[in-house]
């Protein structure tokens, strides 16, 4: 049971690039969410979603785009990095309430 | 607007003691409020879930409590050793609509040998 993969683990773009971090997991959870981490600013929700074909906007969802397409798998895609995406990415999935989380993935834009 | 404040940033303890992390939160209509572990360049470990209706759990030498009139939760740590270092986060889940957990900023323990 691998509970929540995400990669990759680290990543540099230069600003204008595009990249889509994968999170995927295998305990059947309809809820998935992603956060980003960030010095002095805490964990912050960037989108979620309640189940596949679902998706909604947490408290910072510009210049991200979400899909799910199945219960397994909840891409995260930049379509233009800039620095201020500079993070390190977690995704999370949930059941009865509990929250389960990747290892993380470090991005910086340069 | 829910805030979660957790006080203090940073603790140093010795080996053996017993320790409490506090977590305080604005607004006490709040679903559940979650206890998690980070390690340097990890990500966050479930350690206590403790729902709107329960006033503690306990999971080995961890015990949380919760009071939603006081809108304050506490993680008793028992018995530290230099394996509990990390940063420890509370969050909370609010009812309604709202998917999000809202988190403090955490604490960061280190127990010295």
């Known amino acids: 049971n691998a509970g929540v993969t995400q990669t990759p683990k680290f990543q540099v773009l230069k600003t204008g690039q595009s990249m889509t971090l994968q999170c995927a997991q295998d305990m059947n959870h309809e809820y998935m969410s992603w956060y980003r981490q960030d010095p002095g600013m805490g964990l912050r929700l960037i989108h979620y979603s309640v189940g596949a074909g679902i998706t909604d906007q947490g408290e910072v969802p510009n210049g991200y785009n979400v899909s799910r397409s199945t219960t397994e798998d909840f891409p995260l895609r930049l379509l233009s990095a800039a620095p201020s995406q500079t993070s390190v990415y977690f995704c999370?999935?949930?059941?009865?309430?509990?929250?389960?989380f990747g290892e993380g993935s470090r991005l910086t834009v340069l | 607007k829910q805030e979660v404040t957790q006080i203090p940033a940073a603790l140093s303890v010795p080996e053996g003691e017993n320790l409490v992390l506090n977590c305080s939160f604005t607004?006490?209509?709040?679903?559940?409020l979650q206890w998690f572990r980070q390690d340097p360049g990890k990500g966050l470990t479930s350690l206590l879930l403790i729902q709107s209706s329960q006033r503690e759990q306990t999971s080995g030498r961890l015990n949380a409590s919760l009071d939603k009139s006081s809108g304050r939760s506490t993680l008793y740590i028992a018995a530290s050793q230099p394996g509990d270092s990390a940063t420890y986060l509370c969050a909370v889940k609010d009812y309604g609509g709202a998917q999000k957990l809202v988190f403090g900023q955490g604490t960061r323990l280190t127990i010295n040998p």
């Open positions: 999370a999935s949930r059941a009865g309430g509990e929250l389960f």
């Open positions: 607004d006490s209509a709040i679903y559940n």
